[in-house]
């Protein structure tokens, strides 16, 4: 079957930059790299494109809002620089774990249960999946936004904003089952990289025009003392969100040798390209519209009609692609579990099995995300409660646990402050990621039509 390997064989492994560790104990899971996916493929630019496309989604059109307006211009732009180099090193230092013991780890999960033993690997499996299955519920409340806002365009009709959402959960569905891995996706990104310019090209003619226009905007931080203090935090995880999956492990996986260095190279072009077009736009969103700026970019913008119907119907065709990186992960554990592995994943047994995981997996999620239209929460939750674990404590955690004994004591000193000072950061900015939920239940209705 496609993506089977033997990818343990040491003459096939390239030889990690850091001490390789010997993990005994009974708490330590064994290690099985059999996946139904493919793995050792793709180039470092197909990844790089990937990430570059991935980040510059549908998300981005909400970041003025809760990256900017809770900190203003000064604290935005130095978290913003800050978070974003940060986020860049430690996926950087993540990448080069990638093999410990003559292993190679295609699972984040698999990587914490070999060093770490049997808690850690459940532990990183629930964060891991939290982030992925919220991120989904946000793309697809993305999707029915923007269909929402296609349709006050062309016409009058009563279509609820959950009706949007069902429509863009079977399309993520259908996509899903065309093309069933995330190196599949290769044969999507031409498509994904123009759909991406097309509406960030709109996006910002019209936003500059709108600042251009705009002589009363405010850039006051709202609110009492406590609201600010909690918000400044909640945009924080949002900036974290706005860099970082939580899955890098699994991206790498799909990388051929050297994978190691070919996952930096990829990290790089997302953090110099990618980063400079989703920072661009919401520094420009904030810069036109000032506090009062829109959650979602679009339903702020002046015309023209046209603009506006393309710039939607761009961003709603893009995200079917990017939501995939995120969501794949989820796939490849699913069908890992439930396909015939002796047999292709087109195959017809394998092919229904993947209909149904898939059917079931997006009707949760669709349901979930008509449900909960509260699209700040889904951003500021898996922020806050799962990537700081997942981007920077668990990465320095192995750092200390492989190469500990020999590193100097001001290495180790770093990665323990990582791991305080980013384990504080993921207590408090839940808690203010838990209060925005809690207010907004009390401000809003379940299945609410805004």
């Not at 629930?126 to 991120?135: A, E, H, I, K, R």
């Not at 020999?406 to 993921?426: D, G, K, Y």
Request: charged fraction near 15%; charge should be positive; proline fraction near 3%.
């Amino acid at each position: 079957m496609e993506g089977l390997k033997d990818v343990e064989k040491i003459n096939k492994v390239e030889v990690l930059d850091v001490e390789t560790v010997q993990v005994n104990g009974a708490s330590v899971l064994d290690y099985d790299p059999t996946t139904a996916h493919t793995t050792d493929k793709d180039s470092w630019k197909q990844v790089g494109a990937l990430l570059v496309t991935s980040f510059n989604c549908g998300y981005i059109l909400t970041f003025s809002n809760l990256m900017l307006v809770p900190l203003g211009w000064e604290w935005g732009v130095v978290c913003l620089l800050i978070v974003g180099a940060f986020t860049y090193y430690a996926n950087w230092l993540l990448a080069g774990f990638h093999l410990i013991d003559g292993h190679r780890f295609i699972r984040y999960r698999d990587l914490m249960g070999f060093v770490f033993g049997r808690k850690l690997y459940y532990v990183t499996w629930v964060l891991q999946f939290l982030t992925l299955l919220l991120g989904n519920m946000g793309f697809i409340l993305l999707g029915g936004r923007s269909l929402k806002e296609i349709n006050s365009e062309l016409s009058f009709s009563p279509m609820r904003l959950q009706d949007f959402i069902i429509i863009t959960g079977v399309a993520f569905f259908i996509y899903s089952v065309v093309v069933p891995t995330m190196s599949a996706m290769r044969r999507w990104l031409a498509l994904s990289a123009a759909l991406s310019f097309t509406f960030i090209a709109i996006l910002l003619g019209i936003i500059i025009k709108d600042g251009t226009n705009n002589t009363t905007r405010d850039y006051n931080i709202h609110g009492s003392k406590a609201d600010k203090i909690f918000n400044s935090f909640g945009a924080i995880a949002a900036i974290l969100v706005c860099n970082t999956s939580g899955l890098l492990p699994e991206i790498q996986s799909t990388l051929r040798s050297p994978v190691i260095k070919n996952m930096r190279r990829a990290l790089f072009l997302q953090y110099t390209v990618g980063l400079s077009i989703y920072y661009g736009v919401s520094i420009v969103g904030y810069w036109a519209y000032g506090s009062s700026v829109s959650e979602f970019l679009p339903s702020e913008l002046s015309g023209p009609k046209w603009a506006k119907i393309l710039l939607n119907s761009a961003v709603f065709l893009q995200n079917i692609i990017s939501q995939h990186m995120f969501i794949a992960p989820i796939h490849e554990a699913l069908d890992t579990k439930f396909l015939r592995l002796d047999e292709k994943i087109s195959s017809k047994e394998n092919l229904i099995h993947r209909f149904l995981l898939r059917s079931s997996l997006f009707t949760l999620n669709t349901f979930l995300a008509a449900a909960f239209p509260f699209m700040g929460d889904f951003v500021n939750l898996l922020g806050s409660f799962s990537l700081f674990p997942l981007t920077f404590v668990f990465p320095s955690m192995i750092f200390i646990k492989v190469r500990g004994k020999t590193a100097r004591s001001e290495e180790n000193a770093w990665h323990w402050a990582i791991i305080i000072v980013c384990s504080f950061l993921s207590i408090i900015t839940t808690a203010s990621a838990v209060r925005l939920i809690v207010n907004n239940v009390r401000s809003y209705h379940f299945f609410a039509d805004n």
